[in-house]
Structure formats: structure tokens, C-alpha cells
């Protein structure tokens, strides 16, 4: 049987592992999406329970971004995305640094600010884990969802228009600082 003429097994089949990493990770995003936007002003419970989310949601990319580094180390033609491992970075960075040893600022002055993080960081999430689920399931994502991705991950806009549709406009933010 010729080269051409044989079937390649689907992406997904040679990384169950990682379809359902990113299917767990969709999942995820979509549901602190659906309660960043639902729930006008959530509790002390839910924050701390946002805040759960988000620390195991970051904790996988971290571990994620190690995958990619150990494939890239192990085979040179492997893609890396520095990028992503940035970001990922950023936030872990934010995660482990400001908000889980400050959770009381979280439930007190921070509160507009960390719904704001985690709307822009579960839209941008949600986008992205749902590229990569369909990248790997059906060979290749929609290109109208690869832009999307692409416009909204390496935007700011959506940060600061997430802002400014939790804190109500830039006098939320001068009211909380000083």
C-alpha cells in the first residue's frame, strides 16, 4: 500500500492526555466565564472559590509550559510559544504572589479588580483552550477561531474594557487606590 494512501490516526488518538487536558481546561474557563458575567456581586465564598479555580487552572498552565519546554529540549523541531509561556508566567506570578497570600485584599478593595482579571483571563482561556481542543479533535481550529484567539490574547484592550465594565470607568480604580 502506498505512502498516500494510508489513514493517519487523528491527533487526538496519539494524545488522550492532552485532549482532555484542554476539554478540563475549557470546561473550567467557560464555567468562571459564565460566573464572572452572571453573578453581579459574588460573595466572600465565591471569590475564595474563583480564586481555588484559578489557582489549580494556573497551576496546570505552569505545568503545561514545562511540557512544552521538554519537548522543545527533547526535539528541536517542537514548537514553543514563548508567548504563551510569558503570560502564563505573568499571571502565575500574580496568582502566587499577590492574590493567594493577600486574599483579604480580594475580599475587601480588590474585589472589582480581581473580577475584572478573572473575566479577561476566563474570555481569553476559554478562547484558547477551546482552539487548542479544536486543533487536536478536528484537525485544525476554524480560522475565524484562530483570529479570534489571536486578537483577544495579544490585545489589551479586552483587560482594560473588562475593567471598565466591572469598576464602572477609571473612577473605580483612582477610588480604590487613593
Partial sequence: MPYYARRARPR???NPYLTLYYLFCLIEWIYL????????????????TYLDYITVLEGFAAIEIAYMS??????????????????????????????????????????????????????????????????????????????IQFVITRSLSLSVFAHRVICGGTRGVVGAVG
Fill in 70 to 147: 521538554v519537548q522543545k529540549y527533547l526535539n528541536r523541531n517542537a514548537y514553543f510559544d514563548s508567548a504563551r509561556a510569558l503570560k502564563v508566567g505573568a499571571r502565575n506570578l500574580i496568582v502566587w504572589t499577590i492574590m493567594q497570600p493577600f486574599p483579604g485584599f480580594l475580599l475587601g478593595l480588590g474585589r472589582r479588580a480581581f473580577l475584572g482579571c478573572v473575566l479577561a483571563w476566563s474570555v481569553a482561556g476559554t478562547l484558547r483552550y477551546l482552539s487548542f481542543f479544536l486543533a487536536l479533535t478536528w484537525r485544525g481550529a476554524a480560522p475565524v477561531l484562530s483570529l
Fill in 33 to 48: 466565564t459564565v460566573c464572572a458575567l452572571v453573578y453581579d456581586d459574588p460573595g466572600p465564598r465565591e471569590l475564595l
Fill in 12 to 14: 487526538a488518538s496519539r
